[in-house]
C-alpha cells in the first residue's frame, strides 16, 4: 500500500486508525515509564545488584527507587531527569565501567535530602534540619542500601 492508497481511503478509516494508533503510543509510553521507574528494573542491572539487595531488606523497602530518587517536580521535569539518568546509567552498563562503589552524584544528593525531608519534615521540622539545606546523607547515607561491600557491608542476598 502506498501513501497515495491510504490517504484516499474514507475519512473516518482515517480517523478510526489514527485514534487507535494515538492509544497503543500513549498506552506504550505510560508503561514503559512506569516499568522505568520499578525497583525491578533499577535492579536488573549487575552493577545495582548489592544496592537492591540491601534495599529489599531496609525499613523503606514498600517505596520504589523512584521515590527517592526522582525530583518531586512536574512530570516534564521527571521524565527528563529519568531520561538523563536512565541513559547516563545505560551508558555506564553497557561499557561496564561504572566504578565499585556506586556513589550518588551531587544533583542525586540534593534530590534524595528533598524527598527525605518531604516524607520526614514533621519528624526535623523542629531541628537545625527543619530550616533547609540539610543533607540528610551525611547521617543517614546508609539507612537504605547499607555500606557497599568493599566498605565491610552485608551479604548480598542469596550469595551467603
Not at 106 to 133: K, W, Y
Request: hydrophobic residues 35%; charged residues 15%; contains cysteine.
Amino acid at each position: 500500500m502506498n501513501w497515495k492508497d491510504l490517504i484516499s481511503l474514507p475519512p473516518k478509516k482515517l480517523l478510526s486508525a489514527g485514534v487507535i494508533v494515538g492509544a497503543l503510543l500513549v498506552a506504550a509510553t505510560v508503561g514503559g515509564y512506569h516499568a522505568s521507574g520499578s525497583p525491578k528494573m533499577c535492579g536488573a542491572c549487575h552493577s545495582m545488584d548489592h544496592v537492591y539487595s540491601r534495599w529489599q531488606i531496609s525499613t523503606h523497602k514498600q517505596f520504589a527507587c523512584i521515590d527517592c530518587h526522582l525530583p518531586d517536580t512536574n512530570l516534564v521535569g521527571q521524565i527528563a531527569y529519568k531520561t538523563k539518568a536512565g541513559l547516563n546509567d545505560l551508558y555506564h552498563e553497557t561499557l561496564k565501567i561504572y566504578p565499585a562503589s556506586i556513589a550518588i552524584s551531587a544533583e542525586g544528593r540534593e534530590i534524595a535530602n528533598g524527598n527525605c525531608l518531604r516524607c520526614h519534615f514533621s519528624t526535623v521540622q523542629n531541628t537545625p534540619m527543619g530550616a533547609g539545606g540539610a543533607d540528610c546523607l551525611k547521617c543517614h547515607r546508609f539507612s537504605v542500601h547499607q555500606r557497599g561491600l568493599e566498605k565491610g557491608g552485608g551479604i548480598i542476598l542469596g550469595q551467603q
